[in-house]
Structures are given as structure tokens and as C-alpha cells.
């Protein structure tokens, strides 16, 4: 059975920065593309970048502007989305999610996902 789970979600101000993780079990994250989406209050769920099974990147400029990274550790099968100067419009809940996705910004085409991690920024 595979299971994601994210984790580092909290409470921070503007400014600060903030890592999330993404964990894997009954899947090798290595063996797969693995992106982050978001979703904001009312809002609908938005594709934030992907790391694909060759460890390639792609980010969506609007959501990311230069400021998020992705990563992967294959020896602990964890994801990460690491998130600098972070501003209000960050605020949403992250999920990772996890398939062999070739729309990497098609959130219905993953078949896992985790349950999200909140983050919320205040000024």
C-alpha cells in the first residue's frame, strides 16, 4: 500500500522561510515523478513543481517566482519543498503527490497523494 505523507507545515511570518517533506513508504520516490500542489482557501489546488524520476525539475513560475526549490533524498525516500521569503499569498494547504505522470501540472493524473500540510503565513 502506498502511502505519502507531508510533514513541516506551521505557522510563519512573512519573510521567513520553511522546508516541507514528503514521505514515502510502499514507493520509491526515485522511481517516479513527484510534484507539489497547494490549494488556498477557496481557492482552486494549484501545481507548485515537480521532480521527475531523473531528478529533473520543473517549477510553475507563477506559484514558485523564484523562491521555492525541490529536492529529493533517496537513501530516506523523502521529497522536499523548500519554501524562502514567504509572503501572504503562500498560505494554503501543500500536498505531495506521486505517479508516472507525464502532464506533471495535471493533479488528476496522480494516483497518490498525502493528506497536506497547512502552512500559514501572517505579517
Known amino acids: 500500500q502506498v502511502q505519502l505523507l507531508e510533514s513541516g507545515g506551521g505557522a510563519v511570518q512573512t519573510g521567513d522561510s520553511l522546508t516541507l517533506s514528503c514521505a514515502a513508504s510502499g514507493l520509491q520516490l526515485s522511481n517516479t515523478n513527484t510534484a507539489w500542489f497547494r490549494q488556498a482557501p477557496g481557492k482552486g489546488r494549484d501545481f507548485v513543481g515537480v521532480i521527475d524520476r531523473g531528478a529533473s525539475l520543473m517549477y510553475n513560475a507563477g506559484a514558485a517566482k523564484g523562491r521555492f526549490t525541490i529536492s529529493r533524498d533517496n537513501a530516506k525516500n523523502v521529497v522536499y519543498l523548500h519554501m524562502n521569503n514567504l509572503t501572504l499569498e503562500d498560505t494554503a494547504t501543500y500536498y505531495c503527490?506521486?505517479?508516472?505522470?507525464?502532464?506533471?501540472?495535471?493533479?488528476?493524473?496522480?494516483?497518490?497523494w498525502g493528506q497536506g500540510t497547512q502552512v500559514t503565513v501572517s505579517s
Open positions: 503527490a506521486s505517479g508516472a505522470v507525464h502532464a506533471f501540472a495535471a493533479g488528476d493524473k496522480y494516483p497518490h
